[in-house]
């Protein structure tokens, strides 16, 4: 499995990014999806997922109402639209198939800072 994240970048408080996984090497329209993230000292954890048609979104409380996952299976590629930013938002950002969770990416960092 190949998994290739990119859209990442330095924002301002307050400022949008649109992140992009491209994935290849496995059936990407059977998986349920995430994306996660590192922050600076901290654990990797799971901020959205998506279920394998795209049907079903599930977001972590501290993004919700800012953040969207969406996916298209024809292209094998997975999207997370980053809304009103924080500071707290910071982190590499990864995306994976959480039932195979190997072979991760280099991630895109997200850096959002005045």
């Known amino acids: 499995e190949k998994f290739v994240e990119s859209g990442g970048g330095l924002v301002q408080p307050g400022g949008s990014l649109g992140l992009s996984c491209a994935a290849s090497?496995?059936?990407?329209?059977?998986?349920?999806m995430r994306w996660y993230r590192q922050g600076p000292g901290k654990e990797r954890e799971w901020v959205a997922e998506?279920?394998?048609?795209?049907?079903?979104?599930n977001l972590v409380d501290s993004v919700k109402g800012r953040f969207t996952i969406s996916r298209d299976n024809h292209k094998n590629t997975m999207y997370l639209q980053m809304n009103s930013l924080k500071p707290e938002d910071t982190a590499v950002y990864y995306c994976?198939?959480?039932?195979?969770?190997?072979?991760w990416g280099q991630g895109t960092q997200v850096t959002v800072s005045s």
């Open positions: 994976m198939a959480p039932s195979l969770f190997r072979n």
């Open positions: 998506i279920s394998s048609s795209g049907g079903v979104t």
């Open positions: 090497g496995f059936a990407f329209k059977s998986y349920n």
